[in-house]
């Protein structure tokens, strides 16, 4: 019993140093963005995301009331147990099985690049949040990634790709990227070789930047859709914006 609690004291004492240690490492932002979802009802689509979770340098999870979670397939190249959703939906992120208006806000962390349609997934997204819900986009900053020769999308492209009903199977982007994908970056893509062979097995992985945003195309898409900005703010490798739907 003595020795339990002598374990028990080391652990804790151990535990809430590796605590504090990602505590200081967490975004100073961060305290806006929990008051703002405190006790929501969300979906994540694309999840989970390590950012988010109690470890993260973002952590709002455990700001939230419940969380779903939207993948297009039981097996993702980003799959993790360490965290428990409520729900796990199985299904592309542009057609949700779910009734119109059934979440308080929609949280996709370094996803809406990876879908070849975004504004047909951000339309999508907005009917399942309730009136005057939140929708927080966290989208890589370019310039911080694998991408930062690539050119920033233009809104026209990505209007464009919704006229078109661009497909998830979609490779148009497929040149550019492999031209500018700078795999110094990327060491997890492996060779060129084994990059390309990834890039068009891209329907099984979903693993491709499809569209490369700047901060400015990530709130001018939330007015397109029919989000009014909360606030955005820019921290090394990810672009947050956070919107209420209007
Ligand atoms: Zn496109």
Redesign the pocket.
Same mark, same amino acid.
């Given at each position: 019993m003595f020795f339990r609690s002598i374990l028990k004291q080391l652990v804790g004492h151990r535990g809430r140093q590796l605590v504090r240690h990602y505590r200081v490492q967490r975004f100073p932002i961060t305290k806006h963005y929990r008051k703002r979802l405190r006790g929501m009802t969300a979906l994540e689509i694309g999840g989970p995301s390590n950012l988010l979770g109690y470890l993260g340098q973002f952590p709002i999870y455990s700001s939230l009331k419940s969380v779903d979670n939207c993948n297009y397939a039981e097996q993702t190249l980003w799959h993790s147990d360490a965290v428990k959703f409520c729900r796990n939906l199985v299904c592309e992120g542009t057609k949700l099985p779910v009734s119109d208006e059934t979440y308080d806000c929609v949280i996709a962390s370094h996803c809406l690049e990876h879908i070849?349609?975004p504004i047909k997934a951000l339309m999508e997204w907005r009917r399942v949040i309730r009136q005057r819900g939140l929708l927080l986009l966290i989208l890589p900053n370019p310039e911080y990634t694998f991408d930062w020769r690539r050119p920033i999308?233009t809104v026209e =492209?990505?209007r464009?790709?919704f006229r078109n009903d661009?497909p998830e199977a979609?490779l148009? =982007?497929l040149e550019e990227i492999l031209a500018l994908h700078d795999l110094s970056r990327d060491l997890a893509a492996g060779t060129s070789e084994q990059f390309k062979e990834r890039c068009l097995r891209n329907a099984e992985f979903r693993a491709i930047h &499809? &569209?490369v945003f700047a901060p400015e195309t990530a709130a001018q898409l939330m007015g397109e859709v029919g989000f009014s900005v909360v606030r955005q703010d820019v921290h090394d490798v990810n672009i947050f914006t956070l919107g209420s739907k209007s």
């Open positions: 070849a349609n999308t =492209h990505l464009e790709d661009t979609d148009s =982007h &499809h &569209h």
